[in-house]
């Protein structure tokens, strides 16, 4: 049952990078409880103009809120930029890595007052990536609730701590989409086409 509802997780977070990406400028990310486990969620797009460009390299998805880092996405290169302004820190917390995550690998460094964005980005292009902590809880990872922004001349890249994306209802269990429940609909008519059909023989 554990793996079943692992799994359950795993395909809520990936069809959140499915959603549609607003056409406006600005990432915004969402760390917030789902199921048991601390699900971090962002989606927009970043206009680099007014950010300086400061070399690359690699990492992978973790928090650290004490240090004002949080990356999410899949592992793998990055470009850095910096000459931003905002918080240090969004809580006491020490790093801790995700146990899993998905999509573009997008990230802020509060502490150095920088962001990142995969090598190869063009400025303007939808972002969309997530992670996921399993079994813990946003005070267990000392990430202190709020809304926490970076701007810089070109835009903005904004965190909000301990509420779901719109849309998404904040619920021991995720809330499925539209096509989700669809889906759900749809399963649930042809099991029961298929039973009808057993008895019938």
């Known amino acids: 049952m554990k793996a079943l509802y ?7 977070a990936g069809a959140a990078l499915l959603l549609p ?4 400028a600005a ?3 969402y760390i917030y409880e789902s199921g048991g486990n601390v699900v971090a969620s962002g989606s927009g797009s970043l206009n680099l103009a007014g950010a300086v460009a400061a070399g690359g390299g690699a990492t992978v998805a973790f928090v650290a809120p004490s240090s004002g880092l949080l990356h999410t996405g ?13 918080p240090a820190a ?3 917390g020490p790093i801790a890595p995700a146990s899993s995550s998905a ?4 990230g802020i460094r509060g502490v150095l007052a920088e962001f990142f964005v995969p090598v190869g980005y063009v400025s303007g292009a939808p972002l969309a990536s997530s992670a996921v902590w399993n079994a813990t809880t946003i005070a267990a990872l000392g990430i202190t ?6 701007t810089w001349a070109g835009d903005t890249f904004t965190v909000n701590v301990g509420v779901p994306p719109p849309g998404l ?9 539209g096509w989700g429940l669809g889906a759900l609909a749809l399963l649930l008519m042809l099991i029961a086409r298929g039973s009808v059909r057993a008895r019938r023989r």
């Open 6 to 12: 692992s799994i359950f997780i795993a395909a809520v």
């Open 145 to 150: 609730p709020g809304t926490y922004v970076w």
């Open 103 to 106: 999509g573009h690998l997008v």
């Open 21 to 24: 990406v607003s056409a406006e």
């Open 90 to 92: 969004f809580g006491p």
């Open 27 to 29: 990432y915004t990310a």
């Open 169 to 177: 209802a904040p619920a021991s269990v995720p809330a499925l989409s």
């Open 74 to 86: 899949t592992a793998g290169a990055v470009a850095l930029y910096n000459n931003i302004v905002g």
